[in-house]
């Protein structure tokens, strides 16, 4: 016996045709695999019609009630796909999140998965149907229904398949994970396989296909992932615990555009100073990256960041309103090179730096971690470096 | 402490705008109200949206699944309200069927409510909180969400008020319960009290206002009903238990429009071919009336009853089957005169069959209850009929 979780998102069941669609594709999985299970994300556009009429009656809509209304989406796509299966003769069954036993804890909007009591699922696989499970859903302790943030649908799938045993398949409308965005790079390669560190170390880094939550929590629970385009007939890209696996020394080169660069001099010369511009800049819910710090001749403290785009008129007033002196440089973009099997090989930051010597590329800031080196250079260098990174690295 | 439950149906909560009217509603009956409940439908035409693409996907769509799709509509509608109050600084929360403890037995779309456990309600009314309740659901002993059928938030909202102790509101897009329906006879009076049995002979006498499935629960558990416009602004109808009140003998004149007359001829004189007809009948879910029974001189058994025009064919389908001669006449109306008073009354049946002899109108069927008459005429005679019961009752 086996059994798999497959996820599909909500433009691969935006209408009842594509509901047809994804349902055959689930059929033929079906003709491998003993027991399915798949989680669905609203409908297209649901949510955000859903999210229109609650601003429509306030400007900052009660999460609680929100978490209600939205949670109404995949509802509606899972009993359709489960009255879909039914009309074709195939036992179905659609279940809510508190059907489906998912417990969650935390605020709403973002609630994570405490746990999951699986024995419907299992009884309603052990009678033979296929059991539909509405994605980013849970129910808390006091009985409220809670959605689970962003990338909450991948999230219910990784868990349903931990607590399941089964593997998770997660569709989209991409053909698996690529070395380069196949954007910049046209004949960027698909990747067979990855680790969850490699998987993780890209996601984090801007690679959008899927939420580094699931991934994490994948790793913990050792699901194996697959991530594959929704049509089901091309081969996707696997990821798994690291194993004996000959690989590519590099796997991905990942890129994050606007990046901005700031730059505080502390001329008083406290570090005080920089310990409460961090945590100001925590405080206003702002994500800064790739620190440096130095000192200067006089003694002075610089310390250099990146944020984002978005970040950048709220990182000005803070800094302005401490009486910070600061510099910003905007127009940049962070390029990455992953891949866990670097940590074993030498020479890959001399040949990583050696590509940036040849194109001429500078670069405002560099920081490694065990399985990446990211550079942080001028935005319209950017495609030029991934590209050079690609031929140095064979991707 | 004083309680409420205020229903209001889908075509008065169909955009954000009727909400918010609705909200004010509900604002001005809580400054004489401590404890208010509401119990909400799907906005407008939400419900029919989802039937439509459950169609599109199944000629025959699973109840169960389509169970739970529809109750996503009273959770949209019950969700947004919520948010609306809360924006008015209002505390408020939306309950689900199952968060409001409404246990449901039955078949799925036509299931009925066992009981309910309003400990979560108690407790919010309690903090203050205006509780918003989605009608037309709940949950069943398999945790499954069930819905209750025609009529159904009404029954939501009357099961409620019984269990609460509350009085129970029904908001709609008419003033209240007439005489007789304005738009045959325009001065038409507003009732301002009934009693239950009034109201269910009423509704089943074809007065559309309130399904008859709720005033009877109302009646069994002896909860105020109340039934006005959704603008909250005119008086409506009471219907209460019978008390001493001075009362018109007869309250209301209902018609029921496209009744069929159909009359079948025993020739072989066996009971048993009456029972199985009736049988055959009853296994069609063909709702018959006005049942009349005679022998003619040769013996033969001669019966005669009505139905609506909708289940012509099928009658004439299974008489057909059966070979049984019969008759049909159409284009019929059943008139009912209906009063509790009634029956303390001498005279009425007289004073009716004498308006039929004075109007020249010959009747088909006639048929009593304790607390009404009915007869069925041509269709053309329906209004001129109507017309004249409300001159000689003076309503």
Redesign the interface.
Known sequence: MNRVVMKFGGSSVAT?DK??DVAQVILNRKKTCDQVVVVLSAMGKTTDN?IK??E???????P???D??M??GE??S???M???F??LGIDS??L?G??AGIKSVGSHRKSKIDSIEPQ?IVDELRAGKIVIVTGFQGINAS???TTLGRGGSDTSAVALAAVLGADCEIYTDVKGIYTVDPRVRKHAKKIDQLTYEETLEMANLGAKVIEPRSVAMAERFAVPLYIALNTGDVEGTYIRKEDDMEKNVITNISKKDNVLLTIVNESFGKESRITECLKNLADGDVNIDMISHARDKEGNQIISFTTDLASKALVEEILSTMEMDFEVVVNLSKVSLIGSAMRNQVGVAARAFGVLHDEKIEYYEVSTSEISISYLVDVDKENQLVNAFADEFNL
């Open positions: 009842t509901i047809r859903m009429m609650a429509e009656l306030s400007k900052n809509p009660s609680r009630e929100t209600l209304l949670s109404t509802m509606i899972a009993s359709l489960a009255i879909h039914k009309s069954v659609a809510t508190f059907q419907r009985g409220d229904i």
